[in-house]
């Protein structure tokens, strides 16, 4: 079963707003920076974000999400990574 990249944005982003805004302890940056820094890894040269899943739809069996394909430019990928740079961006 493949990572989905964007939980990987989406965690960086929250975990960071969190911290900014006092709710979490400034400790767990570390976890933030590693979470984005993995995504970032996953962005390629045409911005294509590996490991961001095709449309899912509903379904309960775990073997419908393992045969999803990946690799689309689509706003759940894209989307996260723009939000988690900009949480990230606002400390420069």
Do not use: N
């Not at 961001?52 to 999803?68: G, K, P």
């Amino acid at each position: 079963m493949f990572l989905e990249t964007s939980a990987a944005y989406f965690f960086a982003a929250g975990l960071t707003r969190g911290i900014k805004s006092g709710l979490f302890p400034v400790s767990w940056a570390d976890c933030a920076t590693t979470a984005f820094s993995a995504g970032v890894d996953a962005v390629s040269r045409d911005g294509t974000i590996e490991g961001v899943s095709a449309e899912i739809w509903a379904c309960t069996s775990l073997e419908h999400y393992r045969r999803v394909p990946t690799g689309f430019q689509v706003p759940w990928g894209q989307g996260a990574f723009l939000i988690a740079v900009d949480e990230i961006a606002r400390d420069l």
